[in-house]
């Protein structure tokens, strides 16, 4: 079974920067599709930005085009969240999710257990 641990987050400025990390254990990040998602306290949980098994990146979410960005590094077994230019209504938790290369559904099957953000003003 694939387990998803995630970290990085915390208090910031906006205008600042934080990176996520989501590390894997019980498979490879290399043979998942990965998402990051968010959920703001009152709202649904949004899909942020995506990765495929192969490293071609999904389209993100209109509200963090040009500032948050995804990567992975193979070796560690992680993937990362690059989040720039962080606004307050970036304010969230923050999980990482994957699914089997194999997967032709949208659903995702693993989940970490989030990681809070917070921007202020």
């Known amino acids: 079974q694939v387990q998803l641990v995630e970290s990085g987050g915390g208090l910031v400025q906006a205008g600042g920067s934080l990176r996520l990390s989501c590390a894997a254990s019980?498979?490879?990040?290399?043979?998942?599709?990965m998402g990051w998602f968010r959920q703001a306290p009152g709202k649904e949980r949004e899909f942020v930005v995506g990765m495929y098994w192969h490293g071609g990146r999904t389209s993100g979410a209109d509200a963090v085009k040009g500032r948050f960005t995804i990567s992975r590094d193979n070796a560690r077994n992680t993937v990362y969240l690059q989040m720039d230019s962080l606004k307050p209504e970036d304010t969230g938790l923050y999980y990482c999710?994957?699914?089997?290369?194999?997967?032709?559904?949208?659903?995702?099957?693993?989940w970490g257990q989030g990681t809070q953000v917070t921007v202020s003003p």
């Open positions: 019980g498979g490879t990040v290399s043979g998942l599709t």
């Open positions: 999710a994957g699914k089997p290369m194999s997967s032709t559904s949208s659903i995702y099957d693993y």
